[in-house]
């Protein structure tokens, strides 16, 4: 399919970006009376990094009994994946880029949490949060920064612009170690209004996909005074098995059953990380290679769909996050708390204005069932893009979610 491919610009953060990142320092100081705010970088050492280039050195491999994805991610691909991370990837480059950023961390009900905050140059923008998936992180959203706080500057209209607040999930990179259980959609949904609100932001909007898009709906059931509207890559709902329901899908909607029925057929990471995410942490943290073949699963697909379009560098540059801060074992545990609380999937009354961007090569939310518990209020099937959305087509994201909050903050 057609992407918008991305290569992290190369050199050290520039004397203009320091001052941005000071400036927003300190706005972010004097907007936060109810959070410990404080400045954050990520510096990995050399040590991390030369640890990271023996182990995937010495990786054993495993007798490949099929070259098809059949049975899991291909031998050939890992082999590549973890070839080019140890021999052509450079994470300085990258690291210098994200630095780029003003990054921040704080602590909510317990937990570390970082988070990037962006200003946007359009005077009193519209706040908006965003929040990723699994296997994923705040780097996803790098594509779409540009555009959402200056508009203008990328040949778009500056009467809607955002300022932006990009956290890590609770015990996903930056944002760890996770220092106690029950950590599910629904509470980070609680967090993350207390970091909008924390910052001084009176209304704010929410973005999500994957796991953001659980946290997204969690928002819209909590409805918290400031929130204004979520947009949500996905609504998990499902048939019910009700007679001739399934008779008022759309040939889009028919179309993403094949979709749905391949994450049934295919999905074994989803089963483990519901039931044993502890004993899972035990290969994912000590094997660079296990966790990039884990982590391939959704990004390359399981038929192996993302092989040709997924942009490798944005790939290892989210595998390294996770390797450094060994949160791949506490990143599998949202699986496992929304299992047991049913948080992200619950069908009851969400009456947050809803919209909704349903990618083609993604699981395909079915208006119908998404409309018996969710108060939609915009809806949109796009032409191309996948699960990961925000790397994949940042150009019709951007435009969705700047059309969703324009109708809404017009009212």
Do not use: C
Request: charged fraction near 20%; hydrophobic fraction near 40%.
């Amino acid at each position: 399919m057609p992407v918008t491919r991305r290569t992290f610009s190369r050199g050290a953060l520039s004397l203009f970006a320091l001052g941005a990142a000071k400036s927003a320092l300190a706005q972010t100081q004097e907007e936060s009376p109810m959070l410990d705010v404080k400045p954050f970088k990520i510096e990995i050492s050399d040590a991390a990094i030369a640890d990271l280039k023996t182990r995937l050195g010495q990786a054993r491999w495993p007798h490949a009994i099929t070259t098809d994805w059949s049975r899991g991610q291909p031998l050939n691909l890992v082999m590549e994946l973890a070839d080019q991370w140890r021999n052509k990837y450079d994470w300085r480059k990258h690291e210098s880029e994200l630095n780029r950023y003003p990054h921040f961390m704080t602590e909510i009900d317990g937990q570390p949490i970082h988070f990037m905050h962006i200003k946007s140059t359009v005077p009193n923008a519209f706040p908006l949060i965003l929040t990723h998936g699994w296997p994923g992180s705040f780097v996803e959203f790098i594509d779409l920064i540009g555009p959402l706080t200056d508009p203008k500057a990328h040949g778009l209209d500056d009467s809607i612009a955002f300022d932006l607040v990009i956290p890590s999930l609770p015990g996903f990179g930056f944002s760890s170690p996770m220092t106690a259980p029950g950590w599910d959609s629904a509470r980070t949904a609680k967090a993350w209004d207390t970091l909008m609100t924390g910052l001084g932001y009176t209304q704010y909007g929410s973005h999500g996909g994957d796991a953001g898009a659980l946290v997204g709906r969690e928002l819209g059931i909590l409805a918290p005074k400031g929130l204004v509207g979520t947009h949500l890559l996905q609504i998990f709902a499902f048939p019910t098995g009700a007679e001739g329901e399934m008779e008022k899908l759309s040939p889009f909607e028919m179309e993403g059953m094949a979709n749905l029925a391949s994450f049934e057929k295919y999905g074994g990471y989803q089963a483990i990380q519901s039931k044993r995410p502890g004993t899972l942490a035990f290969a994912l943290v000590d094997s660079p290679v296990g966790q990039l073949a884990w982590n391939a699963e959704l990004w390359f697909g399981f038929e192996g769909t993302g092989v040709d379009h997924v942009n490798r560098d944005l790939y290892l540059t989210i595998n390294s996050i996770y390797w450094f801060t060994a949160t791949s074992g506490s990143a599998a545990n949202v699986y496992f708390e929304d299992t047991q609380t049913g948080a992200g999937y619950r069908e009851i009354p969400n009456p947050t204005p809803t919209g909704v961007a349903v990618f083609p090569y993604d699981f395909r939310s079915v208006r119908s069932f998404a409309e018996r518990s969710n108060n939609i209020v915009h809806w949109t099937e796009m032409p191309r893009g996948g699960h990961f959305a925000a790397s994949e087509a940042p150009d019709l994201l951007v435009e969705d979610i700047r059309k969703f909050f324009a109708g809404l903050l017009v009212k």
